[in-house]
């Protein structure tokens, strides 16, 4: 295998790097043992969920993180690995990426992951957590269920008030005939 040329070498940086930036979630992985069929299969339902995937070079990514808040991944950098990037959204790729957690014929395995605003790796068990959690669609569905709610009870008993008055009427004029 040829070494990269310095170029190169900046130009993947600078990838990993854009990819990071506006990252909402990031999780490192480790992928040996499964089939490059497999892999693809995994990054386009990432890339349905709005996440990146890079087959990551260790040195350059350790470079990348240098200086950001992802530099916790810093150790975690031995052996074939995979970064996952999401700008998106957070529950979508782990949703993917727990599947491949708990799928054995997948054979990825946990390696580290940060959110944008966590200080600290997050635990396979954080993983998990959010992808139990529904998607955003779904949670803004129940938002707005919940919204409109009390508007149709009070839409139901203004319509009551003409309905029953109306009905008290007709009752009275079947009385009076």
Known sequence: MCALSLEKKSEIIKSYQTALENAKMAILTTYSGSSVQQFDMVRSELREQGAKV??????????????????????????????????????????????????????????????????????????????????????????????????????GVLQALPRNLVYALSQISKKSE
């Open 54 to 155: 890079f087959v990551v070079k260790n040195t350059l990514l350790k470079r990348a993180v240098e200086g950001t808040h992802f530099e916790k991944f810093s150790d975690e950098l031995d052996g074939p690995l995979a970064l996952v990037a999401s700008d998106e959204d957070m529950v979508g790729p782990s949703k993917v990426m727990d599947k491949c957690f708990t799928d054995e014929v997948f054979k990825f395995e946990f390696k580290a992951a940060i959110g944008e605003d966590s200080e600290e790796l997050l635990a396979v068990a954080d993983i998990q957590a959010l992808a139990k959690l529904p998607s955003r669609e779904v949670l803004l569905g129940r938002l707005a269920g919940s919204l409109v709610s009390p508007i149709r009870g009070v839409m």
